[in-house]
């Protein structure tokens, strides 16, 4: 066998021809010739082996066998120069990988031994230089030589899955030949030489469901119809063996764990036909009534089931949930139930795949449906009203005592108990009716007002006679219907103006009319003329949209011959029963341009313009008379006091001066003044002279006291007008009081003298005499104080 691998090394170095190259063309003509003789020595002694010679080739690559198990040393090969004449003179030398540890060279013959053995899969082969030196000099004889040597592959590594085990999916009922998945063995012998790696893949556990492609690996549906429900999980073991499979080849194992997918192909089946179900009468809607439920053999979303109820009698009742988790349907109520209307119900319900296969159509209606019976459990209720509410109409003048409406309640049950009907009490609102708790009448029992309310919810409640804790309650609406009580009024008090150049048909005022009832409509109201009065000025039109208008019938008005015109418009309502009321229109006849604008009016008319009303000229004259009535009142307590006056006068005149203190003369002073020139105007002109020598006179005043010669002339000045006059001596403050402060000649009372001339002087009043000493002790005092006031 050895011999056979030497001849077959021979061959291939022969037919590649690689050699250590020398570094000189003598060594290279040598190396030729040794090869000739070498294959002529071959081909001498045949294909048995290789005999040696004289002489050794240099050859650049060596083989060494892998995992050499022998107990001496792998012969590689021979080193010889031909400069080696035999004489042990030329001594081999090794170096480079592994030298040593692994390789050795015999130094005088060349042969080179492997120490150990080898693995190709740790590294395949081995760079070495050998060079060959003169053992007495020790000089190179020849340049150093690089060679390999190359491990030779034996088959020793079997096939490997390193990525085992497996796991594989594919769609059930795939047809034959549908792809699962492809697996691949690696082998770490050398791929280039002999089928050490040439892997061939088969199935050893798994047929016949599955097959392998033996060359690469690829796994197949090998048998049609394969169903998931009936086997879901396949376990596959496949076989990877080198040299080509033949005998001898080493192999390798996996395992693949192939799942079959799952495609919709069974419709939902409900486990029964028909499902009871109980469900009590009171249950609010949207209550539970039970579940229900079709397996699907299928998973995932091909097993989801949608649930509904098939159209029918008593499906309408009922409402079906699909539940996406349990895969259940839950039948809801969908309306309330009366145990005494109806005791049962029966509907089907359909269950069917959300999600549906067109290649499995074939098999069938993907759906199925079953029977659902609800039983209604009997529970005692509480009496139930013949409407949900109540609506009643009255009229606000209704008496009390009178029934207005009537409600009816009664027990359902079996038992059919009694009902008795009450009012529920609000304490936050009046009450005005009451019912009958046999009959259910409601009556008034209080009068109604719909101006204060229009309606009235009454709540009435309706109790089972043998079981008082169960009761119900009812709204009731008591409308109020209004009474035409009140007749319908202008709506504003209407004043307004016509044009003396008015033509006949113009419309000067819109009117409106407005109505205290409260209808259950929009108002309706009606305007017009009296028809026992003919106006030959004006007449009503009536708009028919609840207003009218003030028309003029006829031109030519003048506000000279009647300045005002009273226009009397009757408003009437459309109620029961119907209401009428008369108002007035004051029209004022005023002075227009040509384009109606107003130009002058009476003082009335002047002031409509403005924005015054009726009402705010009533209240100006109202304060007018008010004011005249006082200036009346004031004259007439005047002349009272004046008489009063005279009359005190005429009994004692004397005391008449005392009565008024200091402002005379006292008693003697009885001429001090002619009455009759006060009475006189023709006195006033007297007067003003003496006021003018007065005036001229003043100047040359430089004492308090005058001359004697003044005063002499002063007092013959009025005792001459006191013998003028025969009429009795009254004093200046009578003749004040009897005169007022509008006579034309003015007072001449002392009194008053320093008001109306407060420059004169009065201060030479000591010189006239006794009779004015007291009126000089007056002046002194007031001038005295006005000094002394800050």
């Known amino acids: 066998m050895l011999m056979g691998n030497c001849l077959l090394l021979f061959l291939w170095c022969l037919i590649d021809k690689s050699f250590v190259s020398p570094l000189h063309s003598s060594s290279q003509s040598r190396m030729g010739k040794e090869q000739y003789r070498n294959m002529l020595a071959h081909r001498k002694h045949g294909m048995m082996g290789v005999h040696r010679v004289k002489r050794g080739w240099v050859w650049n690559q060596f083989f060494v066998l892998e995992e050499y198990m022998g107990s001496d040393p792998q012969y590689v090969g021979k080193l010889h120069s031909d400069l080696d004449k035999g004489n042990s003179m030329v001594k081999y030398t090794l170096s480079g990988e592994g030298v040593g540890s692994i390789f050795t060279i015999e130094p005088s013959t060349g042969d080179i031994h492997a120490l150990r053995s080898l693995d190709r899969e740790e590294k395949p082969y081995y760079t070495l230089r050998a060079q060959a030196v003169d053992v007495l000099t020790g000089r190179p004889l020849e340049p150093e030589s690089e060679f390999i040597i190359k491990v030779q592959d034996i088959n020793d590594n079997e096939p490997r899955f390193l990525e085992g085990p497996y796991s594989a999916s594919v769609p059930e009922m795939s047809p034959v030949g549908s792809y699962v998945t492809q697996i691949t063995a690696t082998d770490a012998d050398d791929p280039t030489y002999g089928n050490s790696a040439r892997i061939v893949y088969s199935i050893l556990h798994g047929q016949p469901y599955f097959s392998v492609d033996p060359k690469t690996g690829i796994i197949r549906v090998a048998l049609p119809n394969m169903d998931r429900e009936v086997k879901e999980m396949y376990q596959v073991v496949i076989q990877a063996k080198d040299m080509g499979g033949q005998l001898g080849g080493l192999a390798g194992t996996t395992t693949i764990n192939i799942t079959l997918r799952d495609v919709n192909d069974n419709p939902p089946r409900f486990s029964k036909s028909i499902f009871h179900l109980r469900i009590l009468e009171t249950s609010p809607v949207g209550s539970s009534v039970g579940r229900v439920k079709a397996h699907d053999l299928d998973s995932g979303k091909n097993a989801e089931v949608e649930y509904s109820i098939v159209p029918g009698d008593g499906g309408s009742m009922f409402d079906i949930y699909s539940n996406k988790n349990t895969h259940e349907g839950t039948v809801i109520l969908k309306k309330r139930l009366d145990y005494e209307t109806r005791k049962a119900y029966?509907?089907?319900?359909?269950?069917?795949?959300?999600?549906?296969?067109?290649?499995?159509?074939h098999l069938g209606p993907f759906k199925d449906t079953a029977t659902v019976k609800v039983n209604v459990l009997d529970v005692e209720e509480p009496p139930v009203f013949s409407r949900l509410s109540y609506s009643m109409e009255t009229y606000e003048d209704t008496p009390v005592g009178i029934i207005v409406g009537a409600v009816t309640a009664e027990d359902l049950d079996v038992g059919n108990s009694p009902v008795r009907y009450s009012v529920e009490w609000r304490k936050d609102s009046e009450n005005h009716f009451d019912i009958d708790p046999v009959e259910g009448t409601l009556s008034v029992i209080e009068a109604l007002d719909r101006e204060r309310h229009t309606e009235h919810n009454v709540t009435v409640v309706a109790t089972k006679v043998n079981n008082p804790l169960l009761s119900s309650k009812v709204t009731v609406t008591i409308k109020v219907l209004d009474v035409n009580e009140f007749p319908p009024e202008l709506a504003f008090v209407y004043e307004t103006f016509v044009c003396e150049n008015a033509k006949v048909g113009q419309v000067i005022q819109i009117i409106s009319a407005t109505d205290r009832d409260i209808p259950a409509v929009e108002h309706r109201f009606y305007f017009k003329?009296?028809?026992?009065?003919?106006?030959?000025?004006?007449?009503?039109?009536?708009?028919?949209n609840n207003t009218a208008g003030v028309v003029t019938r006829r031109g030519g008005f003048r506000r000279l011959e009647q300045s005002m015109y009273l226009v009397p418009v009757v408003v009437e309502d459309g109620g029961y029963p119907l209401q009428s009321s008369t108002g007035m229109v004051s029209v004022r006849v005023c002075t227009c341009n040509t384009d109606g604008s107003l130009l002058s009016c009476n003082a009335e008319a002047v002031i409509f313009p403005m924005g015054l009303s009726t009402g705010a000229l009533m209240a100006i004259m109202l304060c007018i008379v008010i004011l005249l009535v006082m200036a009346v009142l004031y004259m007439g307590l005047r002349k009272h006091k004046k008489k009063d006056t005279l009359m005190s006068s005429k009994e004692d005149i004397r005391d008449n001066v005392i009565h008024y203190d200091d402002e005379g003369g006292g008693e003697e002073d009885t001429q001090a003044f002619d009455i009759g020139t006060l009475r006189n105007p023709k006195g006033i002109k007297e007067t003003a002279q003496l006021q003018k020598i007065r005036s001229e006179d003043e100047p040359n005043r430089a004492s308090v006291c005058m001359s004697n010669e003044d005063s002499e002339d002063i007092r013959a000045y009025i005792h001459h007008c006191l013998l003028e006059n025969s009429s009795?001596?009254?004093?200046?403050?009578?003749?004040?009081?009897?005169?007022?402060?509008?006579?034309?000649?003015?007072?001449?009372?002392?009194?008053?003298?320093?008001?109306?001339?407060?420059?004169?002087?009065?201060?030479?009043?000591c010189d006239w005499g006794p009779r004015f000493k007291t009126l000089a002790g007056i002046f002194k005092e007031h001038e005295w104080v006005n000094v002394t006031a800050p």
Do not use: C, M
């Open 728 to 765: 009795p001596p009254y004093d200046s403050l009578v003749t004040y009081a009897y005169e007022g402060e509008g006579s034309v000649a003015e007072s001449l009372s002392s009194i008053e003298s320093w008001v109306l001339e407060p420059k004169e002087d009065y201060r030479n009043l």
């Open 529 to 544: 003329s009296p028809s026992q009065t003919r106006n030959r000025n004006f007449t009503i039109r009536d708009y028919g």
């Open 346 to 361: 029966t509907f089907k319900v359909e269950a069917s795949n959300a999600v549906l296969d067109h290649r499995f159509l």
